[in-house]
């Protein structure tokens, strides 16, 4: 495994780092023996910045943003939010953490199927126990942003992919966390409606001063990006491998 070799001039220009990465691994079992995916991975993404992070299948990218989102725990390496070391062992203080200051889209959303489009985008305003009203209120807000206000009282399941990707966007932003961690957010959606999706990400990070952290196969969205990396060899760079 190569050591990272992250672009540390364009880094340092971030302002207000929220999350900084170091030194983080992660290996898993296969068959074929202790597969390493991330080795010592060095990242910053600041307040204000839209990071884009891109790589080919398999070379663990969602496993990244998971370490980075706090859902997945390094081998080795600290993560810094806020200034403040993550402490991985602290169940209590991740799932505050997560519930204050982290959004997160999932790549395969991970709606909960039981719950409607409007239940699901109130969830995490849920877990800051906020007021019943204010929650409809801004989670209806979230919905319209994704002009989905006709669905609102729709199941998971008699959405299309595009409209639970959209749905899951809601829920992630609608509690305007600091860091945004979205895995392939536009997947889903058509070159267009990805086009808005991104153009809204780019809004919430430099109108609102939050950090985003992209990961896309779209080569014309990871351009647009404040910033750009690519994962190649368990360690990001900041050049096409
Ligand atoms: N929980 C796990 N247990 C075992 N192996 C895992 C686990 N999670 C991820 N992996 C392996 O780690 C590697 C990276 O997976 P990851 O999902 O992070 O890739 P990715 O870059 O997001 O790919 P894609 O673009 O297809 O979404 C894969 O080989 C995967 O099989
Ligand atoms: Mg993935």
């Known amino acids: 495994m190569s050591d990272s070799t992250i672009d540390t001039s364009q880094d340092a220009q971030a302002a207000q780092p929220f999350m900084q990465a170091h030194g983080i691994c992660k290996s898993f079992q296969s068959a074929a023996g202790r597969e390493t995916v991330l080795g010592a991975v060095q990242v910053s993404v600041g307040l204000g910045e839209v990071l884009a992070i891109t790589a080919p299948s398999g070379a663990g ?113 609608v509690g305007a966390p600091s860091l945004l961690l979205c895995d392939e957010p536009t997947g889903s959606l058509g070159e267009q409606a990805g086009q808005q999706i991104f153009e809204l990400l780019h809004t919430f990070a430099h109108a609102h001063r939050r950090a985003v952290v992209l990961v896309t196969h779209n080569e014309s969205l990871a351009r647009q990006a404040t910033r750009r990396l690519y994962l190649h060899n368990g360690a990001l760079q900041g050049h096409a491998p």
């Open 61 to 173: 990218k969602s496993t990244l943003l998971k370490i980075l989102g706090t859902l997945e725990t390094p081998d080795a390496g600290t993560l810094r939010c806020g200034g403040e070391i993550v402490d991985f062992r602290n169940r209590r203080q991740l799932a505050q953490l997560r519930a204050r200051s982290i959004g997160f889209v999932f790549q395969r959303f991970n709606l909960v199927p039981f719950l409607d489009a409007q239940e699901n985008v109130e969830l995490p305003l849920k877990l800051r126990r906020m007021p019943r009203q204010q929650r409809r209120c801004q989670a209806q807000a979230a919905l319209a942003l994704m002009g989905l206000e006709s669905k609102r009282a729709a199941m998971p399941a008699t959405l299309s992919g595009g409209e639970q990707q959209r749905v899951a966007i809601a829920r992630a932003i």
